[in-house]
């Protein structure tokens, strides 16, 4: 997925990163929102590697009392990040059931072939979807009805469930994950650097701008 965007007609500067997310991870849906705001100033060109956060959940998804939080962690988490999401203009709803991720990783994963708008359409409904409206996106029936009104067809949805490289890439990417040392997510990798967790736009920038400086450096050798 390429674009060229254009500032003040002039091209923005252009980054690169990988970013190991998964959709049920309601930290990937804050770094997401905030990884928006580099847009504004650069050409962000993200390779996405989706991993299952939560492997062993059913098919039919489990009750958010099966983590391994106490009452009062749990509340603490959620408050936190209902205020950050409030901060990116999203009014979030703590989930009660933890959704088996698979089906929406593998449906994400296909629909990156095509092309970068509907995969973006994609990667925000799955998320709002599931954070703000409060539906199981681990339902065959519900992420069928989301890509439908993202415009994805049927085949592509058949395709993503039915075709064993596009499983084989959810197994790389997690082994890949393991590689890189990967401890949870969303991880970030930008130029040199590896950010964890919801981190702030600012450090986002911090790092696009690190990253960038870096690979001038690079060109004048």
Same mark, same amino acid.
């Given at each position: 997925m390429t674009s060229l965007d254009i500032n003040n007609g002039q091209k923005k500067p252009q980054i690169r990163l990988t970013l190991f997310t998964d959709y049920i991870c309601p930290f990937c849906f804050i770094g997401d929102l905030r990884l928006q705001h580099l847009r504004q100033d650069y050409e962000v060109l993200v390779n996405f590697r989706f991993i299952e956060i939560h492997p062993a959940t059913p098919a039919q998804g489990a009750t958010v009392d099966s983590l391994d939080y106490s009452d009062q962690q749990w509340q603490g988490?959620?408050? @936190?990040?209902?205020?950050?999401?409030?901060?990116?203009?999203?009014?979030?709803?703590?989930?009660?059931?933890?959704? %088996?991720?698979?089906?929406?990783?593998?449906?994400?994963?296909?629909?990156?072939?095509?092309?970068?708008?509907?995969?973006?359409?994609? %990667?925000?409904?799955?998320?709002?979807?599931?954070?703000?409206?409060? !539906?199981?996106? @681990?339902?065959?029936?519900?992420? !069928?009805?989301?890509?439908?009104?993202?415009?994805?067809? #049927?085949?592509?949805?058949?395709?993503?469930? #039915?075709?064993?490289?596009?499983?084989?890439?959810? !197994?790389l990417n997690m082994s890949m994950a393991l590689q890189a040392g990967v401890t949870g997510t969303p991880t970030f990798f930008i130029g040199q650097q590896r950010l964890t967790g919801a981190v702030s736009t600012a450090k986002l920038k911090q790092a696009a701008e690190a990253s960038i400086m870096g690979k001038n450096s690079e060109d004048r050798h």
């Open positions: 988490m959620m408050d @936190g990040l209902v205020e950050m999401a409030q901060e990116e203009g999203i009014n979030l709803a703590p989930p009660s059931l933890l959704a %088996n991720s698979h089906q929406a990783l593998l449906l994400a994963e296909a629909v990156k072939k095509e092309g970068r708008e509907i995969f973006y359409k994609l %990667n925000r409904a799955l998320y709002e979807q599931y954070f703000v409206a409060g !539906r199981n996106i @681990g339902s065959d029936a519900v992420l !069928r009805e989301i890509a439908q009104a993202c415009g994805v067809s #049927n085949e592509v949805v058949d395709n993503a469930w #039915n075709d064993v490289e596009i499983e084989k890439t959810l !197994r």
